[in-house]
């Protein structure tokens, strides 16, 4: 069974930053894909290979990484806006066609 454990939100004023890490356990096969969602908003993912992409709205602020043993996900938030405010969720399910696994998210607050 996967689990899924995210940390690092916090609350920050624009232009600040925060690393958002997602710790993975469980069968590997069934988490090699991992995501970060903002609410229910894919920001982007991790494949197979460990390619990581950002979606559009966040390229150019986020990046999205993976440790070498593929057990932790990162997200670095940069330039923080106060859109950005939500819970952070870090989700994983195998690439090919099955349900996603989530975590129970992590807060992150922007204020101006």
């Known amino acids: 069974q996967v689990r899924l454990e995210e940390s690092g939100g916090d609350s920050v004023y624009t232009g600040g930053s925060l690393r958002l890490s997602c710790a993975a356990s469980?069968?590997?096969?069934?988490?090699?894909?991992m995501f970060w969602f903002k609410e229910r908003n894919r920001v982007g993912w991790v494949n197979g290979a460990g390619?990581?992409t950002v979606d559009d709205p966040w390229k150019g602020r986020f990046k999205i990484s993976q440790d070498n043993a593929r057990n932790t996900l990162y997200l670095q938030m940069d330039n923080l806006q106060v859109e950005d405010t939500a819970t952070y969720y870090c989700?994983?399910?195998?690439?090919?066609?099955?349900?996603?696994?989530w975590g129970q998210g992590t807060r992150v607050t922007v204020s101006s």
């Open positions: 989700a994983a399910r195998r690439c090919v066609g099955s349900r996603y696994t």
């Open positions: 469980g069968d590997r096969s069934d988490r090699d894909c």
């Open positions: 390619l990581a």
